[in-house]
């Protein structure tokens, strides 16, 4: 018999469907009857909890994102007090890499809603609100080392591994050239971040 799920482990499912389609077939792969299939449910099951696929899309990358935050809060928490920011640091670069499958497909959804969100200024509008939670985080890292200007500094690690994701997902560097230049930058950052 099978398990009957309540409306949000029922969306919940839907994401994680989601994020399989878009990891074996990328953005044009995303239909509503492949997601439906890959869940098991019917369309019209789809379709009750998702009336677009803009729709189906945002709320998967909230999920994703949701669970992104999480894991980065749980390593910045977990980090021994004082903190190294460095260790916190590195640690978020590599939760946010697509270095292994759940990020691969975390990266995959991340760049099929950017693209439609550069047409869309409701979409682009959510993908800015979520990048000033990443932010702020990462931010806050810099900040509690003492680092001067933690906003530009934040935006400068972001960029080097939003361009990173691309390349990993493209096949055009591997895990430890990325890595070696992850670590080069941070060991570029003020001696207060480089301890740790």
Known sequence: MRTRLDPSQRRAAIAEAVGRVLSRGGPDALGM???????????????????????????????????????????AAGAPRPSAPRRVLRAIAIELLPLDEERAAEARIAAAFTLRAAADPKLAQIFRRQYALLHALVAEQFGGAGVADADARARELLCLIEGLRTQRLLGEMGDDTIMAMVERLLDRLEPDVRQG
């Open 33 to 75: 009857r492949e997601v439906a299939a890959e869940a098991g449910v019917s369309t019209g099951a789809l379709q009750h909890h998702f009336t677009t696929k803009d729709d189906m899309l945002l709320f998967t990358l909230e999920h994703h994102g949701r669970r992104l935050v999480e894991r980065l809060s749980a390593r």
